[in-house]
């Protein structure tokens, strides 16, 4: 495990043709091309923690402008993708709620790093009778475990991170069901490079709510990276359905896919990685698409897909394995 920000990944694909075999590494970062960058958004009731759907939630500029909207889903969360780097506030409004304002924070750059988690809480807003409405599902975390978690978060902002891992350790004594402690321990470990503690977080996090977000996206990294494709799997599914159109998820979970036989799947995922912008950097998704479909009979598209990959990484270590292929394929 690395960084809050940034997700690592090694990524081996092996593609065989005739007798010869290849293999490809690259490295997948969970923010976009270009010095842009992914900001996630997790929005939740601030009277239970329980996430929060269907609230809108704008992205503001230093300029006071909105850069962009989204709506939470069923588990609370919003996804910015391919945001340029830079200073931004979040402003969360919806039924029922005060609207509420994040402190601004940096995107992108040395500082803000491709990949930003806002945990944003909301409070209910009084009706004319005087009655809060309340989320449908609602569960009771004692007062002493709220304000540990609340003493947590404010150490985290400020990077303190052994007193905000004191802080969320102690919300979970309290209230060891305490989903959002467990997922806040996990991304502090992972600021402290305490690997093996931080995935423990995550597990703990997703048995209680498999919607978390980071922790899914911590989990498949983990285990993608130690090869652990059938563990992998699941939490690159849920990640994947959080960020739709990030073509590294994308073409993580493809290979991952292909390495577990489920070929039909890796070929739709690895195809709709290569229409989505930025996908260039993991032209292997090419690669994915061509080992999917060897031996099928479809030696034209396998071709063609040879081609698309040194068409976008001619200088890849492995185009010449590509064009040997090829070469070997014209020749039949």
Known sequence: MRSTHLWVVSFAVAFLVAPCAAQQTTTMGSGTAGGNTTISVRV???????????????????????????????????????????RFKVRITGPGIEKAESD?????????????????????????????????????????????FKLGSKEMDKKNWQEAKDHFQKAIAVFPKYSEAFNNLG?????????????????AATKIDPTLQQANFYLG????????????????????????????????????????????????NARKAATLPNHKQFAVCHLIVAQALTGKGQDDEVAKEYKEYLKEAPDSPLAPRVKDALAKMASK
């Open 44 to 86: 939740t009731y601030e009277q239970s923690h329980q996430p929060a759907p269907g609230m809108t939630v704008e992205l503001i500029n230093t300029s006071g402008g909105m850069a962009d909207i989204r709506t939470t889903a069923g588990n609370g969360a919003a996804t910015f993708t391919g945001i340029t780097g830079g």
């Open 104 to 148: 601004t924070f940096v995107a992108g750059g040395g500082e803000g790093g491709p990949y930003v988690t806002e945990n944003m809480q909301v409070r209910l807003a009084q009706t004319t009778g005087g009655v809060a409405p309340t989320p449908a599902i609602t569960v009771v975390i004692p007062e002493p475990a709220k304000q540990e």
């Open 187 to 203: 991304q502090v470990d992972v600021q402290m490079q305490n690997g093996k503690d931080a995935v423990d977080a995550f597990l």
């Open 221 to 268: 990294q983990f285990y993608y990276e130690n090869m652990k494709y059938k563990e992998a799997e699941p939490y690159l599914l849920r990640a994947a359905a959080d960020q739709p159109k990030n073509p590294q998820l994308l073409t993580a979970l493809a290979n991952t896919e292909l390495q577990n036989g489920e070929t039909d799947l890796a070929l739709a």
